[in-house]
């Protein structure tokens, strides 16, 4: 079983060419699982590649 690589709100939303604020949106869609503590928000690393990866196949 792999470790998760996890990356805070600010590199999530530069890695999707978004907002931080549209990451949290779409956190509270279901669109990606927020991880970590309260007031420390991380994002697994692969999940935000593939969906980056999923937006510029649709661009």
């Known amino acids: 079983m792999s470790t998760r690589r996890m990356v805070p709100t600010e590199l999530a939303a530069l890695a999707l060419g978004v907002k931080e ?5 779409w956190v509270s869609r279901g669109k990606i699982q927020r991880y970590g ?7 697994d690393l692969d999940e935000i590649l593939r969906l980056a990866e999923k937006r510029n196949q649709i661009d």
């Open 21 to 25: 604020a549209t990451i949290r949106k």
């Open 37 to 43: 503590s309260p007031g420390r928000a991380e994002y």
